[in-house]
Each structure stands twice: as structure tokens, then as C-alpha cells.
């Protein structure tokens, strides 16, 4: 019910990013804080559609201090918490027979407590993994290998495609009927660069098979094939609205794909992957490029369907507690109905051979005009690891080398190249080994030119000596209980357990190598660990830098240069192009195009009949249980402190949060706090230096992190704003985890200087990333800013704002440290204080018991200051409109207003309304027909802001028109009682969304900060249940409020800016941020 804040508060919740994986294209966007990886925005990736604002963007907590790579994590799938199950059977053997399966092998897994059957569809040669536990969460995929031969993008307009209607279901686009009403806990699809995914998970039987059914008719049979409208649309057209106008290309993947080659970090990964791989499919951009999408015809767009979306070349997955016989049975209908094909012959990826020598690339990135690009440059250093598949000890091995060198601030080369100064933050993610190929990449961003080569000496010098020193075996007792806590845990955040570990084995299976290798790795890690225990850990990792790495002449360097000039000339370019094609047209011709532009237009904008929808399996309310998800919560104290205490299974793992009050600290400290938290874990003490007190919390516990959360609370004037401390370990470690909490906040030395400039210049250059890439987030922060308080607090800790703090507070570190050291104090004194302070704690029962006389202990330890009033924190941004003006193709569009203030009280049907909105108006019109790849609104229930926002946007004016039409939307709205009815359950699925126990635990204690009682909740649910027609219409009058007194905020290319103004003198002021 609170997701809104839950949204901007959870980021830190989970250290896992199971789908951390590079060049990666989804459908949907809306987990996408969660995909991103420990160094870098993950290159190249996209997603089909982008439905509301998530935290990351915004939020102003900072990454948790250990976050582990996907390497680990992904493969810690634990299937089911409570019990064993080692009587889960998989089919029975007659029934797989009689549908045409053949076993191919079966096997119990201990690490996932699952019985995992491999069969192969006798007919067609489709392969099927069935894996059965007692897991509620249940997840389906089917994945086909599609290597591309050029870079036109057709994988990745195929997997968005496909989803637009199909033979049982010929609506527009069923993908949106089941984002709407169904209870999904998982529904997306991906392109990889040489397979596309498509997963769907739920904990409802009846709505896994829909979503199950839906997902199979759309790869196997589907509309856009037969029809080149869904190809215009998801792809590219020209557009042409009036024969006097100029053409323009069109297309949601365009679109996207413009957004993704804005970006300098992307553009960096890309040209990598494709530098590694000059010769097999790696070498070109499964994504699409641009400027070779409108390359691609609807003839081989549809070849490439006929010929790799076929069961031969299907590989498919199920997982969970339903029943392994039913699964065969929904295939065999589908599967049945094709004769088997060649295509697995021809999707087979080929083996990049090693290089003989090293390659050096120089490429270009668009930066702005007029502003310092001395040091602006980039240098990454990328290895092929290998002419062959690796086996899994060594993957194993690799990965634990991955952690020790970079997994950590503390960690050797990660450390030295950002203490060298040289750059600002580090590119290139370490080991990866997704692809068919292992590869090996760091470097760093926010170079200057002249220092470019010696940067790439630090680099290879920083690898010599760890070859021939080795590691502190401090540093690997911290690695090695990080990597066994993070399997034992097998935290997956919001991501289902069984997508995690589907992906884990497709890593292999994708290649026809063995799908159950890559679940088990307990043996593999045992016997690591015994190697390192008796060789030392020297014997086991100087082998493996020489080998894979230091004398290995399959390097490639990129450097990558700002140009100034790149954006403007891409732009004028693609103008051209246009006008070239304009002119070789006759007038029939271009009247031709005009109607066609119209007949898209229009076919976009008609709703699909009512009797369509119906063919989309929906859920009724009789499925929908009438009350909350209710969480264990008793609040208690210990020592006269709060303390909140969740009884949850966690698998002996205690999870615990310190909340301190922030209300009190002066204004002009703000902007410090999100530093401050990071120089907490990230400088030492007076007895140890920052790498032994980082291996120290790496060795006792799972992790900790410290960030602010701030928020409105509904009916009063002063936000709700905190410091929150994070931390895990194994229940039996709650001593050392309060501790090492309590050296955190009480023992580190806040007087660093070099460090600190570091976390400055990082900063910074993370700020400037999230500006091209996520400016919709640094658009609705600044919007808030102009309308609460609490928003004004967050943006002065992670938006634009904060933007310009870090930019001025990079000249004052050198000359003015002492005040600054003095100012990081002085946060300590007003914050870590014993008053107003609370403590939430998640265990089971016996391990909270136990920690108890740990809180206790920790609590006596914290100084008591005298009770200080709230700082009268009062500022708010000018409400006037702007323009934040950056280097980029598409644009970020914001519109929002404060509709508490037009004294709107909330109702529950505020939720359907907004999910609805998303779902149809502000989709079909700012992304299905004004080309963007998202337009989504968002309603802050706590602050009463709502907004509207768009992502990777052709547009500007026009997005605003569709903003302010919402009102007539609404009142002109036709809704049958099926159409509500989705619209209601899709809303009760996203408020009882799927959570693990740590997850629980937080949500009950933000629920407790911003004051949501359970009989709120109870009277939400009952309002969103009860939802008529009725409550839209009346919502017409209160949105109205955002059209006519809403401020805007847009960032956007200069052009577009321009043109805007030019329209409407004066509209926008005008920023320039970067
Ligand atoms: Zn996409």
C-alpha cells in the first residue's frame, strides 16, 4: 500500500542483483533499479516498457557497503526456507511418455532442496527442465538462442513483438492485459545478445497457468508477424503527419535504443562486447543501433521469428510447488504442433578465437558544449578469458578472484585505482561469464587524456603484484564468509528465487552444456575452500591472474573521448537522412505516408473491443483474499528504546536496523549526510584503517550500510527523515554484527581527507551517470522539491541540487577540509544519539530472544544528548517550470502537482486509478503513439504529489498535451465490469507483492515511521476492492489540479529546449547541468 515509499526506501534492501548481467535488453523497466550492477550501469540495457518512477533514481540512500556479484548470488537459490523437501517427485514417468517426453535425467539438489527432471519433447527435440519443490513463488520461462548477424535490432523488436497480440489472445498488447490484472510476482522478457527470455512467476496456481498460456501463444503464434503495424510501432517507421512537415523515424526500440547510445557507460559496454567479439554474433548489437535499425525490413524480421522462435529451439523451465504432470500436459498442446527444424544448428554460437596480440580502440561519447572536458575522458582494460567454455571450479575460483581484487571498497585493485586519483570511479565490472565466453574488464571514468596510459600501468602493475604477493588472509577469510553467507541467505530481493536460478542454469544450457551444473555448488566451493586451506590462497589465484589474464594477449583497451560536437552531429545527420528520403519522394508517395502515419495513429488509439479483453484470463475478486498481508510486529522496548521485533523464518540469519532521527540537523548539513554515511563504512578507526575494519564486517556479517530516508508523513507539516543503519549476519554472530555497528557510528574517524575525495568524485560522477541515464528520476525529485519539504530534503541529498553540492564541494575538500571534517562531526553528534532512536529486528523467535541482550548492550553504549527540536526545515525549490539541459537524444518529461493541497482526501481507488492510467492512457499515448519507451504517472500518498513522467521520450510539448488530457480521459472513461475488475486486482497484486522475510520486516518498520496503521490498511484494501466507475470519473476533477497549477520539469536534449521556447516564449527556464 505504501509502495510509493517503499519505492524510495528500499533500494539497500538486498545485496543481490540476480540479473546483474551486462547487455541485457527487458521488456519492462520497472525493476530496473534492482538489475543494476555493484560498478557500473549495466550497459546496453533495455526493457520493453517503463512503468513508474523506481527508487535507486531518486532515492538518496547509498549502496550497501558489500554488495556481492551476480556470480555468487545467483547461484545461492535455496528453493524453499521452511522445510526440506526430498520427497517432491517430478512426473510420473508413464504420463511424460504419453505426451511425447522423454526423460533425459533426473537428479535431487541439495542446494535448492529441489527435484530437477530434464526431458526432451520427442517430436520437436524441445528441451524441459521441471523443477519441483515446495517453493509458493512458481516460475515459467521459455528461452530460444538468437544470435544476430547485424546490428538492425531484430531480437529485441521481436521480444517486444511478440507480446502484442497472438492467436488466443488478439488484443493490441496482452502483455499490458496482465501487467493490469493479474497477480504476478514476476512478468517480463529480456534480449541478451544471443538468446531472448521470456519469464513469467506468480504465487497463484490459476494465475501462473494464465500467465503460463499467455506467454506460450504469443512466442509460438504470434500477431506481429502477419501484421507489419506491430513491427512500425516496436521497431521503426517514418513518420509524417502532414505532407508539408518534416519526416521523422518513429519506434518504441528507437526510441530506447537512442536513450541506451546517449549514454557514455553504455556506449563504453558496447563497444567492448563488440571488441572482444570482432568475429562471431558478440560483434554486433542485439539491442539495435539506431542508426542501422531502419536497415531491418518486415521480411527478415519475420524470417528470423519462423526460424528461431520454434520448439526445436526452445529451451524451457518450470519451477515451484505445482504439479510437474500439468506442466507437461500445457506443453505437449503447444509443442505438438511443429515438426522439428534446423534451427538449432544455426543458433549455435561460435567460439571467439584468442587474439595474438593486444588491440587498442579509441571511440567517441556525446558531452556537452562549453563546459571542462580535460577530465572526462575514459580508459577500460577488457580481457577474453578464454577460447573455451570454462569448468565450473575454475568459474568458481574466478569468481571468488572477482570479489578479492574488486568485490569491496577495501578490495586491492578497486582501492588503488580510486586512491591513485587519477579518475573519479571505476568502469568495467570485473569477471563476467554470461556469454559463451568468460571475460575480464577494469578501468576508470573521469580521466584526463594525459593521464590515460598511466592509468592502464596502474592497472597492469596493481595485477602484477597481486600475482606475485597474494592476499591479506584476513581478505580472504572476508571474501569467503561473504560469499557463504550471501548462498545461506540466498537473498534474491524482489526477483523470484526460480527466475534466479533458471538463469543460472541457462548460462550453461543455452550452450548445450549440462543445465544442472551450474546449481550445484557446494562440492565445487568445498573443495575450493580445502585447496585454499592447504595450499594457501596464493598457490590457487597467482595462477589464475597470469594465466587468464597477464599472459593473456587477448586484451583490448578502449579509451573512450567526450565530443562536444557528437550529439549535434548525430542529430543533423539523422536530419538528413530524412530529408534525403523526403526528397526522392513523389507527392502520391508522401500523401501515401501521411495516411499511413493517420491509419497507425489511429489503430493505436482505438481501444481493443471488449470481447478481446475477455479472451485474456483474469482472475475474479472471489480469488483475492479481503485482508492484508499481515506481517509479525511486536513493539516492545529494550532499555527505554523502541524496538520492533518481526518473527520470521530467515534461515538462522538476523537482520537489524538502527533508525535515527535526522529532524533536528541543521538545513546546511544536508546536502553532507549521504557522505557522511559513507565515510561511517568507509574510513577507519583509531586502531584500524578502513580495509581491516571492511574485512572485519566482511568476516563477522553479511553486510552493513548506512543511508537517509526521508519522506512525508500524510497530515503533517514535518517530514519523517532518518538515518538508517542496516545489517545482517548468522544469528550466533549478533554480538559481533551490534559491535561492529556500534565501531561504525561511534569509533570511525571522520578526518580522511584523500578518502573523502574520493567518495566526493565518485559521487559526482554517479550523479552525472544518473542524469543521461534515469533523468526522469532527477526530474520527479526535483518536482517534489517544489512541493514538499520532504522532497526539497531528498533532492538536496540526490538530485540536481546535490549535483551542484558535490561540484562545489570539490574545489572546498582542498581548501577548507578542516571545516568540512568538523561538519561531518557535528552530523554525528546531532544524529547518533540514544533519543528517538528505534530498533527493528527481523529472526525467528529464539534467535530474537537471543540478540536481545546484544540491543541491550549496544543501546547502553550510545551517548544520550539533550532532546532538540526539529530544525525548521522550510525551504522548497521556485515553483517555476525548467529545463535541465543535457547532452542527449531523447528526453525526460515531468509534470506534477500537489493534490492534498487542493484539499483531495486519499482513497483507496486513488490506487486503481493511477495503476489504470499508467496501464492505458499515458501508455498507448506517450509510448505506443508518441514513441517513447515510458510514460507513467506516480502518486506519493504520504506527500499527496502527483506526477507524471516520461522516459527516453522524441517528444516534449506533446507529452505535456497528453499529461493535461488525462481529465477528459478520465471523464470520457467506458469501463465494463471485467475491465475493473483487472484494474482492481492488478492493484491488490501489486500491494500484496511478493516479499522475502528481510523484506517483511522492513516494510512493517517503514509502515511504523510514516504512521500506516493496520486498520488503515484494512480500510485501503476494502476502498480498492470496492472501486467503481464512479471514483475515475470523480478523480477527473482532483488531476485536473496538475494540468492547470502543475509545474514541469524536463531534462532534455538543448534542441528540443529551444524549439519549446521558441513555441511558448518563456515556458521553460533553462539549466544546465552538465
Ligand atoms: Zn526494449
Redesign the pocket.
Known amino acids: 500500500m505504501e509502495r510509493a515509499v517503499l519505492l524510495r526506501s528500499l533500494s539497500p534492501s538486498s545485496s543481490s542483483s540476480a540479473l546483474a548481467s551486462t547487455r541485457l535488453?527487458?521488456?519492462s523497466a520497472h525493476r530496473l533499479a534492482r538489475l543494476t550492477k555493484r560498478h557500473r550501469t549495466v550497459p546496453n540495457f533495455?526493457?520493453?516498457s517503463f512503468l513508474r518512477r523506481h527508487l535507486g533514481l531518486i532515492s538518496t540512500a547509498s549502496r550497501p557497503s558489500l554488495q556481492l556479484k551476480k556470480h555468487f548470488s545467483s547461484l545461492s537459490v535455496r528453493a524453499v526456507a521452511t522445510s526440506p523437501a526430498s520427497e517432491v517427485l517430478g512426473a510420473d514417468d508413464d504420463v511424460s511418455e504419453k505426451l511425447g517426453f522423454e526423460k533425459v535425467s533426473e537428479e535431487f539438489i541439495e542446494e535448492c532442496k529441489s527435484r530437477a527432471v530434464l526431458y526432451k519433447h520427442k517430436k520437436t527435440g524441445a528441451e524441459i527442465m521441471s523443477v519441483s519443490n515446495e517453493d509458493e513463488n512458481k516460475v515459467f520461462g521459455i528461452v530460444f538462442r538468437t544470435p544476430p548477424k547485424d546490428s538492425t535490432g531484430i531480437p529485441?523488436i521481436l521480444?517486444?513483438s511478440v507480446l502484442c497480440g497472438s492467436r488466443k489472445y488478439p488484443l493490441k498488447e496482452p502483455f499490458v492485459e496482465l501487467l493490469k490484472g493479474s497477480l504476478h510476482t514476476f512478468l517480463n522478457a529480456f534480449t541478451y545478445p544471443d538468446r531472448t527470455c521470456y519469464p513469467v512467476a506468480s504465487t497463484n496456481m490459476k494465475d501462473f497457468y494464465n500467465l503460463v498460456d499467455v506467454y506460450l501463444d504469443a512466442v509460438f503464434f504470434p500477431k506481429c508477424v502477419d501484421d507489419i503495424k506491430t513491427f512500425q510501432q516496436e521497431g521503426w517507421h517514418y513518420e509524417l503527419n502532414d505532407p508539408s512537415e518534416d519526416i521523422t523515424y518513429k519506434g518504441v526500440?528507437f526510441n530506447?535504443m537512442k536513450g541506451v547510445y546517449s549514454q557514455p557507460d553504455s556506449i563504453l559496454g558496447r563497444t567492448t562486447q563488440q571488441a572482444l567479439f570482432p568475429d562471431n554474433t558478440y560483434g554486433v548489437d542485439s539491442g539495435g543501433d539506431p542508426q542501422v535499425i531502419p536497415k531491418l525490413t518486415f521480411e527478415e524480421f519475420k524470417e528470423f521469428h519462423r526460424k528461431y522462435y520454434h520448439p526445436s529451439n526452445a529451451r524451457i523451465w518450470f519451477y515451484g510447488d505445482d504439479d510437474p504432470n500439468e506442466r507437461l500436459r500445457i506443453l505437449s498442446e503447444y509443442l505438438d504442433m511443429f515438426e522439428a527444424n534446423s534451427a538449432p544448428e544455426e543458433s549455435r554460437v561460435n567460439f571467439q578465437k584468442l587474439f595474438s596480440e593486444p588491440v587498442r580502440i579509441v571511440e567517441k561519447y556525446p558531452a556537452s558544449e562549453g563546459v571542462d572536458l580535460k577530465k572526462k575522458h575514459m580508459v577500460c582494460l577488457n580481457w577474453l578469458l578464454s577460447e573455451t567454455p570454462l569448468d565450473l571450479e575454475t568459474e568458481l575460483a574466478l569468481g571468488f578472484l572477482d570479489h578479492l581484487m574488486m568485490g569491496t571498497p577495501a578490495s586491492p585493485l578497486r582501492k588503488i585505482l580510486l586512491e591513485s586519483g587519477l579518475g573519479d570511479a571505476i568502469v568495467g565490472g570485473g569477471v563476467e561469464d554470461e556469454l559463451l565466453q568468460p571475460q575480464f574488464s577494469i578501468g576508470l571514468k573521469g580521466v584526463s587524456e594525459d593521464d590515460i596510459q598511466k592509468v592502464e600501468e596502474l592497472v597492469m602493475s596493481t595485477l602484477n603484484k597481486l600475482a606475485a604477493e597474494g592476499f591479506d588472509s584476513d581478505a580472504v577469510e572476508a571474501s569467503m564468509n561473504t560469499i557463504e553467507f550471501s548462498l545461506r541467505e540466498n537473498n534474491t530481493g524482489s526477483f523470484p528465487r526460480g527466475l534466479a536460478l533458471m538463469l543460472r542454469s541457462m548460462g550453461k544450457w543455452i550452450y548445450d552444456m549440462d543445465p544442472f551444473e551450474p546449481l550445484k555448488y557446494q562440492e565445487p566451493l568445498k573443495a575450493l575452500k580445502a585447496r585454499i586451506a592447504k595450499e594457501g590462497s596464493k598457490a590457487i589465484f597467482a595462477p589464475l591472474i597470469e594465466k587468464f589474464i597477464l599472459r593473456n594477449p587477448h586484451r583490448v583497451t578502449i579509451e573512450m573521448q567526450p565530443d562536444p560536437e557528437m550529439a549535434s552531429r548525430d542529430e543533423a545527420t539523422e536530419k538528413e537522412n530524412l530529408e534525403k528520403v523526403k526528397g526522392s519522394m513523389t507527392q502520391e508517395d508522401l500523401a501515401e505516408l501521411a495516411r499511413a502515419t493517420h491509419e497507425l495513429k489511429l489503430k493505436q488509439e482505438t481501444p481493443d473491443p471488449p470481447e478481446a479483453l475477455k479472451c485474456v484470463p483474469s482472475l475474479s475478486l472471489q480469488d483475492i483474499p479481503k485482508k492484508p498481508i499481515q506481517i509479525p510486529t511486536e513493539v516492545g522496548d529494550i532499555n527505554g528504546i523502541k524496538v520492533l521485533q518481526h518473527d520470521l523464518f530467515t534461515n538462522d540469519v538476523l537482520y537489524a536496523e538502527v533508525v535515527f532521527n535526522m529532524s533536528s540537523l541543521k538545513q546546511e548539513l544536508l546536502p553532507l549526510v549521504p557522505l557522511f554515511c559513507q565515510s561511517l563504512l568507509e574510513m577507519g578507526t583509531k586502531d584500524l584503517d578502513f580495509v581491516q575494519l571492511n574485512q572485519l564486517i566482511g568476516r563477522k556479517t553479511g553486510g552493513i550500510s548506512v543511508y537517509p530516508f526521508t519522506s512525508s508523513i500524510r497530515g503533517k507539516d514535518n517530514p519523517c527523515s532518518h538515518i538508517i543503519v542496516r545489517g545482517k549476519a548468522m544469528s550466533e554472530r549478533a554480538d559481533d554484527l551490534f559491535n561492529l555497528v556500534n565501531r561504525v557510528l561511534q569509533d570511525v574517524q571522520l578526518t580522511d581527507q584523500k578518502r573523502f575525495k574520493q567518495f566526493v568524485s565518485q559521487s559526482k560522477a554517479r550523479m552525472e551517470n544518473r542524469l543521461r541515464g534515469s533523468g526522469h528520476g532527477i526530474a520527479a525529485a526535483r518536482m517534489d522539491a517544489k512541493l514538499n519539504i520532504a522532497g526539497w530534503v531528498s533532492e538536496q541529498m540526490g538530485g540536481v541540487s546535490y549535483l551542484e553540492f558535490l561540484q562545489a564541494l570539490e574545489k572546498k575538500v582542498d581548501e577548507d577540509w578542516t571545516g568540512i571534517s568538523s561538519s561531518l562531526e557535528e552530523i554525528r553528534k546531532a544524529l547518533i544519539s540514544k533519543n528517538d532512536c528505534l530498533i527493528n529486528l527481523t529472526a525467528d523467535g529464539k534467535n530474537l530472544k537471543n540478540s536481545e541482550k546484544h540491543v541491550s548492550k549496544f543501546l547502553d553504549l550510545l551517548p544520550k544528548t539533550s532532546p532538540v527540536g526539529s530544525s525548521a526545515w522550510s525551504a522548497r525549490l521556485p515553483p517555476t517550470n525548467e529545463a535541465i539541459v543535457v547532452p542527449t537524444q531523447v528526453n525526460y518529461v515531468g509534470k506534477a502537482a500537489n493534490l492534498f493541497e487542493t484539499g483531495y482526501q486519499l482513497k483507496g481507488s486513488a490506487y486503481v486509478i493511477s495503476k489504470h492510467l499508467n496501464n492505458s492512457w499515458l501508455w498507448d499515448r506517450v509510448r505506443v503513439s508518441g514513441g517513447a519507451y515510458g510514460g507513467f504517472c506516480d502518486f506519493d500518498t504520504h506527500s499527496g504529489v502527483f506526477s507524471y513522467l516520461s522516459y527516453r521520450d522524441p517528444n516534449l510539448l506533446k507529452t505535456l498535451d497528453v499529461y493535461d488530457g488525462t481529465s477528459n480521459f478520465l471523464r470520457e472513461l467506458e469501463m465494463d465490469d471485467d475491465a475493473l475488475t483487472k484494474a482492481i486486482i492488478g492493484t491488490i497484486g501489486d500491494v500484496d507483492s511478493y516479499q522475502l522475510p528481510d523484506a517483511k520486516g522492513y516494510s512493517s518498520l517503514m509502515r511504523y515511521l510514516l504512521g500506516v496503521t493496520e486498520e488503515e490498511r484494512q480500510m485501503r484494501r476494502e476502498e480498492i476492492l470496492s472501486t467503481r466507475l464512479d471514483d475515475f470519473k470523480e478523480f477527473a476533477d482532483v488531476v485536473e489540479a496538475v494540468k492547470d497549477k502543475g509545474v514541469v520539469v524536463a531534462v532534455a536534449s538543448p534542441d528540443d529546449v529551444d524549439a519549446a521556447n521558441k513555441l511558448r516564449p518563456d515556458f521553460f527556464e533553462v539549466k544546465k547541468a552538465l
Open positions: 535488453f527487458s521488456r533495455h526493457q520493453r529485441h521480444e517486444h526500440v530506447e
